[in-house]
């Protein structure tokens, strides 16, 4: 502003004055803002952010204040900004809903501040449009099949793609949570832009063998779009098989290839019928290709066997012997590691008698991450006749003895006495000679003669009958079984011993420790002979002078060097038994002093000390009927000791496993009273060997019991030694009991008061005596299966239901009634389906059957039944069309079922024994409602005038034909026409047609002649009649047409049909529009 001030003189001049200029400046304050800002489409559920600036052009500092409705969110809302400056405004907006937002943003500028405000408030226009983000999935299924346990499979992707037009932002959840996590999928969460796509990587990491998993994973974004991606697998134990070499017949020439004969009927697997095994596997000598006879050796002298065994599987596989290396039959090596797919691995096996008795034992295999195996070694020592020496000669023994003493077992007549078996056999043979009826089992108890030999006698009906708990097969589950029945187990067994472990721990090297009593309990019906074979310490042999001197046979110098070798033998021993040698009566037993006698200093001694235990009569053939020879038995004994007077050495071994991860070994879902099996590896990362022990419990001294109260878990072995930087296999056993009363964990509880319970235990240890920090956590979880329908559970959110078993909830098992199910009404004579979801609720395999009432007219379900793996599910479809118009109630019965009966307790590796029928574990029913209604259709508008039109030309119209009924309707469109001619016409008579279908519009473009199409339109009647009922026959041209002349109307719905109307004579046309209700073939009978 420029203006003056006049200052005038009063005194002097007058009109003397002078001006005085004034100049002022006032500031002005301007904010500058976008007029608009669109944000154009925004995921709903997601923050979506756009920048704008807020210029200051004025030339004070400007304050200002933003004023802006829901969902905009504007930041920071107010401030001050200087002169010539910009601030920076986020705006952001979160759609809650597919809609369009539109909404002013006001700004307040300059309050409080004296100055030229041209615009003191400022205002931009938002603009959003919110969208659903939809994403998909190329595939739903990630099936990685069968995938060896300890090793990872490939990789699998699948693509996520987002078919939206906005960012799709998702996030992966895992819906099972009741168990340790398999599959590792990535990205977990992410953003997709629009209409694009992203690769998801699917690994499969198996841990237990016979474990199957299926894991169920949401996609889902913000919006709550979800995808949902189902991967399983299953994992699978290394293919390892155990045979040996046949044996080459003298009247067959010899074969060169037979120490390599890896063909099929020679490999040991026990994943078929016995019967069918056994037939095929058996060697030129009637034996299976699991039995190592050695036949008559004499004392002193030695025979060797060769056993191999077989990897078929394409990841290494270690393997251990349970035995002592120095035994009776010695194993060379006792443990290694099998090459992938490595077809013969030999190990040696050398027979040397000590005594003239029958020696028979059965050795187990434990493979890594696998189940056992098993065989058998039997063979006779003798002593020649020379001289005065005495021929000594035991009847020679033969698996058919093996065999038929083991089928006498498994039915409790393990223990008959050698008299008791010959009255049996000759009572027998009586009835067979008198031709009545005979007990087909006996046959079975007694040595057969001939190739054929004995066969077994408590086989499976089926060629591979699975588990209840559905792991592995049953026979192949038999090694285990009877590999964790104890010596001390009087149940099954007809000798037992009162210890199967001494530990003497520290005694002066060639001292002799405090005696450990043995006690061994005679079960049998007669006198039993004991003979302890003590074995010799690890590293120390008998010269080979002093190995012929236990042999020779001149009389004299046996005086003096049978007695000097037996001297050599005990310096050998780091264990002694007194008596050696003893006799027990029947139902009667004896004790023996076992000590420690160690010849060595500052080293570890265990050994395995067996105990060879045979009828008394069995010493010579001459007292023996070939037919009730029974085999000895062995009983062991295992003994540690060592000589380190400053204490035994630090050690360190790690528990590993292709099973075991982040220091857990997790089982298999179990069925309650069943029992799977898991093998884990010991190894030594010392230079030194030490001695092992297995405890558990969570006390630090081992003595702690498991989290529910019950032994569940069993290991064996549980002591023994492990060389310098060596490895031993332990097999460990869950067996889950029956869960009753209260429990800790998570259950899923039914009315009958089934539960599912898991137990945690803790194994540790024990190294050199001292307890190591290897630890191995124990988890395993007992159930019976049971089903559910989703649909029916009461849950808020449906993937609760599909993420069952979860250990976030409980749910209840359906029993009984469990409610009601709908079909849409349908209509008289036609068809609809709904799908049934059913669910696994457990990771337990089950059968599953579906039965209704005789009379179920109209209904059709399936399927009918079948088998759901753990955490399946299934679509079941039922199928409607009735026949009247009423209500249909329809009971489904569902009852559930596992995928294997009950079995008695499995006493002999090769004799499974057959199973009862599978016994009923869940039974409901399910109400299916459907109603059957009769169709109702109307045209719209009900009457149509058509203008007069020249013949041949042609006029369409439209016409609504509408469903006002509450089902589905097929439909298909007839007419009937009645013709007057025109008055012109030769022919004068009203004509009426019978009722026609109505056909689709033909091509009248460029007047074609109706020649051409004659056949297509009277297709379907060529009968009229005239006025008079003369009947004719003659061709019937079409004048009306349609479009669609038939289909399936919805539900309260419309459809347009278009009519085309072409004349094709002279005269008055009127047609009766008419809509037939269509019926289906009523063929879905229940």
Known sequence: YDDFIYIKMLDGIEGNGFHVPVRATIDKLILVTPSGLDFGYCPTHQTTVKIFFLDNVGEVDAPFQWDVPAPFILSPMSGIIAAGKSQEIMVKIVPTDASVFVSVAVCHVGAGVHAIIPDPIITTKLSAIGKYAYIVLSEDVVSFDEVISGTSPEHKEVILRNESVVPAEFSLIRLDQDRDEVFSITPQSGVIAPLAEMAVSVRYSPLAMGCYSLDRYHFRTPGNCSSMLTCRGMAMPPKVMLYKQPVVSAVEPPNNNTTTNTSTHNIFSQSSSNDLLMESMRANDGAPMFSLNFRDVEVGKVETRVLFLRNDSAREAAFSIIADSNGVFKMTPKQGIIPALFKSFAVTVVFSPTKPNNFYRRFFVLVGDALPLFYDCLGTGFIRAKGEVKEQRPAPIRHAHVQAYRNRSIHGL?????????RMFDQHASTMSSSTASDAITPYYFAQTGRAGTRALSVTTLQRPVTRTGESTRPLLGPAHEFFIHHTDRSCREITVSKTQLDFGFAPHMSTSAAQTVTLYNRTHAKVVVDWQVPFAHGMQLADNVQLALGESDRDKD???????????????????????????????????????????????????????????????????????????????????????????????????????????????????????????????????????????????????????????????????????????????????????SNKTNSYNSNSGSKSRKSVQLLRCRLNGQMSGSKLLLEGSGAVPFLLLPELQPFTRAELSWGLPSPTGTSNIPNGPCGQLFLRPTCVGLSTTRAIHIKNGSRLPLKFKLSLPERTDGLLISPMGGVLKGNESLTLTASFAPIKAEKYEYKLNFSVYPVGGRSKRVIDANQPGPVAAPELLQSFSVQLVAQGEVGALVFDPARLTVAVRLVNSVETKEIYLENVSESDVSYMLQYREEFTPDSASREVERTVSECMDLVSQPSFDNNKKREEDDEDRTSSNNNYSNGNGRRKQAPFEHSLFCESPSGVLPARSRTRIVLTYHPVKAGLFEFLLLAQVVCVPNSNKG
């Open 414 to 422: 393990g223990g008959l006495s050698p008299d008791e078996l010959d």
């Open 559 to 741: 005086i003096i060097t049978e007695d000097r070798a037996k001297k050599m033998v005990s310096m050998m021993q780091a264990f002694a038994v007194s008596p050696v040698s003893a006799e027990i009566q029947a139902n009667q037993s004896a004790s023996f002093q076992v000590t420690f006698v160690p010849k060595q200093s500052s080293r570890n001694f265990v050994s395995e000390l067996e105990a060879f235990v045979y009828f008394k009569n069995q010493r010579t053939f001459r007292l023996v009927n070939d037919h009730s020879l029974t085999p000895p038995w062995c009983v062991t004994v295992g003994a540690v000791g060592h000589t380190f007077s400053s204490g035994q050495l630090l050690a360190k071994a790690i528990l590993t496993g292709g099973n075991c991860k982040n220091g857990k070994l997790v089982f298999p879902c179990c069925f309650e009273g069943e029992c799977t099996y898991q093998t884990f590896m010991l190894r030594n990362t010392s230079n030194l060997p030490s001695t092992f022990q297995i405890v558990l419990g969570w006390d630090e001294d081992g003595s702690g019991s498991s989290v529910d109260g019950e032994e569940v878990f069993s290991v064996k072995p549980t002591m023994g030694e492990v060389g310098a930087e060596d490895f031993v296999l332990i097999c460990v056993r869950f067996a889950p009991v029956a869960s009753t009363g």
